[in-house]
């Protein structure tokens, strides 16, 4: 079975940071296969793209506009975990922040694999 499990979500002041963890296990292929991914979801608006991180034997990462040059995905293969350090944080961040795997990277929100989130709210 497998599961995706955030963890690092709480609340924060504006300008402030947080780390995400999302640890997975049971994935049917090697983790260092899967793309891994972050999104979050406010109340009312849709699922929005955060960041993710590939592996192909070095690491490629994507972002979503907002959170560019404030938010870093970072992967650690051997312990089958997925990490999403948040600076600069602003009241706009305030959402659930879901982990996300598929075996090749989109933008899209049709990943196969998901976390049940953590909430982070940003306030000032």
């Known amino acids: 079975q497998v599961q995706l499990v955030e963890s690092g979500g709480g609340w924060v002041q504006v300008g402030g940071s947080l780390r995400l963890s999302c640890a997975a296990s049971?994935?049917?292929?090697?983790?260092?296969?899967?793309?891994m991914a972050w999104f979050r979801e406010a109340p009312g608006e849709e699922r929005e793209f955060v960041g993710a991180?590939?592996?192909?034997?070095?690491?490629?990462?994507y972002y979503g506009e907002s959170v560019k040059g404030r938010f870093t995905v970072s992967r650690d293969n051997s312990k089958k975990i997925v990490y999403l350090q948040m600076d600069s944080l602003k009241p706009e961040d305030t959402a659930v922040y879901y982990c996300?795997?598929?075996?090749?990277?989109?933008?899209?929100?049709?990943?196969?694999?998901w976390g049940r989130g953590t909430q982070v709210t940003v306030s000032s």
């Open positions: 996300a795997a598929d075996l090749n990277f989109h933008y899209g929100v049709n990943w196969p694999f």
């Open positions: 049971g994935l049917p292929l090697s983790f260092s296969r899967y793309a």
């Open positions: 991180m590939t592996w192909s034997g070095h690491d490629t990462a």
